[in-house]
């Protein structure tokens, strides 16, 4: 798929073997994506996404394995969730490039069934990628719907000027190497107007001096995580919408915040990125 930004062109590879997700994205002959700079987890399903733009945790669990509540059998939930690695049941594209749509059956780690109905498509002004996920509930009982979008930058394109800008952040600015030590993560409210919020990362030395422009929906995206690897051959940034605090699946069931949908039932999300 192709869009265009002040008459620089962006293209994007798009894997049908992990749920349409995005295997790179290259702009002005530049790909953003880290591509082999990236950690291994041992899961190959993830170190296979997480080389890629984007990738899509969910739609049942968004971050490390953990048990599977009720199921005494030494059952849990698999890195990232069980989207990642699944192979898309089909798939259309627009004759013009600008549109694709997508159907991935998954199966989750609890015994259940969703479907994942995805549309990518340049907005009306051809400036800006936008991503539409429908998850419905196609199994014969309730599950917890959990998303989180990994999007992937490899550090090699980002400088010491580069800074992390959003409203969710306090002071609206963060240098992009947060934390301490080699790799870091923080997972804080996000905040927006008019139901969506926005992150920049910016200046890109290593695109021109361009930046990279993030929108979410806040209501069934009310998080902003990111994460940063520098270790060993590893240099990559993540910017990662996520539907849940940082915490462990007990306690959030036991605030109420992990929340459920019967079968039948759908929770849509959304978000949008540009190269400018």
């Given at each position: ?59 049942d669990h968004i971050r490390h394995p953990e048990p599977v509540e ?132 910016a200046p890109l030395p290593g695109l021109g001096g361009r930046r ?65």
């Amino acid at each position: 798929m192709t869009s265009t930004r002040d008459g620089v062109p962006g293209h994007l590879l798009f894997d049908r073997l992990s749920a349409l997700d995005i295997a790179a994205f290259v702009v002005d002959g530049t790909d953003l994506s880290p591509g082999s700079a990236i950690p291994s987890d041992g899961d190959p399903r993830i170190d296979h996404a997480l080389a890629g733009f984007l990738f899509t945790c969910g739609p049942d669990h968004i971050r490390h394995p953990e048990p599977v509540e009720g199921c005494d059998e030494g059952r849990r939930y698999p890195l990232h969730g069980s989207l990642a690695g699944t192979t898309v049941t089909r798939a259309k594209m627009s004759a013009d490039d600008t549109r694709c749509e997508a159907l991935t059956e998954v199966d989750l780690a609890c015994g259940g069934k969703a479907a994942v109905e995805r549309r990518w498509y340049v907005s009306e002004n051809g400036q800006s990628v936008m991503l539409e996920d429908r998850v419905t509930n196609i199994g014969q009982s309730a599950f917890a719907p959990m998303m989180m979008y990994h999007m992937n930058i490899g550090g090699r394109l980002l400088g010491p000027e580069t800074h992390i800008v959003s409203p969710s952040i306090e002071g609206g600015s963060l240098g992009w190497q947060f934390g301490e030590g080699e790799s870091a993560h923080f997972c804080i409210p996000a905040v927006g107007e008019e139901g969506w919020s926005e992150v920049l990362l910016a200046p890109l030395p290593g695109l021109g001096g361009r930046r990279l422009a993030v929108r979410f929906r806040v209501d069934t995206l009310p998080f902003l995580q990111m994460w940063r690897c520098q270790r060993g051959g590893a240099n990559v940034i993540s910017i990662e919408p996520a539907s849940h605090r940082l915490a462990k699946r007990g306690e959030l069931a036991a605030s109420g915040e992990l929340g459920a949908i019967e079968p039948g039932q759908s929770h849509g999300y959304a978000l949008g990125f540009a190269v400018s």
